[in-house]
């Protein structure tokens, strides 16, 4: 079940009203569950106990590393969490990956292998919950949190429809206390929520899905060598359909969550407008770059063991953050040049120390970071090597004899929609959203609802699916 169907919309509406009901709260959180299992079931039920192996084994390890004494039983234990939670990541997602790889290093050395037809389905979400589950004994293992103090609790964190299969990534501490006292949204509550579903849906529908997407498709997917103007289009409505896409599924994400009352951390903070890559990985996708942070980049050795370390470790979390995007040899490309781009910086900023930019530098660097993201889009977006290496060169005027792809409506479309996003981006870049809403009257708020809704609802859509479900 995806957010922009109406199947999710009267589902949404029977939850809401089911949370309502003056029930005991442990009645209401196992309903929750409940429905939470249903909207997973939507898409696959046999999937549903992968969810559940997860939960399972991660509360009883968790268990078992306080009831433990000494150091060894205490790492059985993570490492039992660990290896079954990577495991099944491994398997679903890396599986045929891995063997395909397997088969042409064993080609290299004159070993001809020709695996069996390996057609695994990917579980949808399953990047997102098993980071989130590891997350919790993890944060046991290390003595940063106690475990949850009730199974119920524990399962509503891990199966919580918003956030269950496409983020925010959550952490136990964040949403498990939630848990434990009786929550409903006040009226003040509901209407923010539901107005952040309407933008999240907005960004979704209408600016990635309708205006956005074609461009993006014809350039990459369209198997013709783009020209320079093609090839800067293509790349940057798929900037802005990324954007829109995934930032539509966390805003909406956390609305949802607003309206059955209780809070979700942000995940976007108007990226585009980052100065430098360390800001744009402040702003983009917070709660992964966050995790990865907490539990690859410091145990890694982090800044604290000299600056070859540091980059090691910069550059490790980054390669392994790309393959985490997708088992393709591009999104780990993706991952290095945000690598590289991070120790570029650091050793530029070291140099210029001294250095303050002026309003108009500090702009002209933002831009040079949005132009230098737009390059690793490419390999994001691209299927293989061969686009991205062709998209690249009609990006740099090497594809001298190219035909036109974008017809001019799409240009025009592009022109409009990506110096308005960005140009919002720089407006909010150190504001927040309840503080800009603060300041508009509120019958342009309402007209602009309305608006919204209105082209939500025209959009000529098929309830497509959220670009990151594939990840």
Known sequence: MVFNTLTFAAFFLIVVLVHSLPLPWKQRKINLLIFSYVFYAAWNPPFILLLWISTVVDWYAAQG??????????????????????????????????????????????????PPPFDIVLPVGISFYTFATMSYTL???????????NFLDYALFVTFFPHLVAGPIMRPTELV??????????????????GLMTVGLFNKVVLADTFLSNAAERVFDGGKAPGFLDGWFGTLAFSGQ?????????????????????????????????????????????????????????????????????????????????????????????????????????????????????????????????????????????????????????????????????????????????????AIHWYMRNRTLESALARVPPLVIGVAWGLMIFLIVISQGAGNAFIYFQF
Not at 74 to 91: E, H, P, T
Not at 141 to 149: E, I
Not at 177 to 192: G, I, W
Request: hydrophobic content about 50%; aromatic content about 16%.
């Open 65 to 114: 590393l306080v009831r433990a004494e000494r150091q060894s039983a205490r790492r059985a234990w993570m490492l039992l969490s660990v290896i079954a939670n990577l495991g099944m990541l491994l398997y679903f997602k890396y599986g045929t990956f891995l063997l395909h790889n397997f088969a042409a290093l064993a080609g290299a050395f004159g070993v001809h292998y020709s």
């Open 139 to 149: 944060d046991v293992y290390l003595r940063r949190a106690l475990p949850a103090r």
């Open 177 to 194: 206390p939630q848990f434990e006292t009786p929550r409903r949204a006040t009226m003040q509550q509901l209407c923010f929520g539901l």
């Open 242 to 422: 990324i954007f829109c896409d995934f930032a539509g599924y966390s805003t909406t994400a956390i609305g949802a969550a607003l309206c059955l009352g209780f809070c979700m951390p942000d995940n976007f903070r108007f990226p585009y407008a980052a100065v430098g890559f360390s800001d744009f990985w402040r702003r983009w996708h917070i709660t992964l770059s966050s995790w990865l942070r907490d539990y690859l980049y410091i145990p890694l050795g982090g800044n604290r063991h000299g600056p070859l370390r540091l980059n090691l470790a910069l550059m490790g979390t980054m390669l392994l953050g790309g393959l985490w995007h997708g088992a393709n040899w591009t999104f780990v490309v993706w991952g290095g040049l945000h690598g590289t781009y991070l120790i570029a910086e650091r050793r530029i900023r070291a140099f210029f120390s001294g250095y303050r930019p002026g309003p108009f530098a500090l702009f002209g660097l933002g831009l040079l970071t949005y132009a230098l993201v737009n390059l690793t889009w490419v390999f994001f977006r691209a299927k293989d090597f061969t686009i991205a290496w062709q998209v690249l060169r009609g990006m740099v005027g090497m594809n001298a004899a190219a035909k036109p792809i974008l017809a001019t409506v799409y240009i025009a479309v592009v022109a409009t929609i990506i110096p308005l996003l960005v």
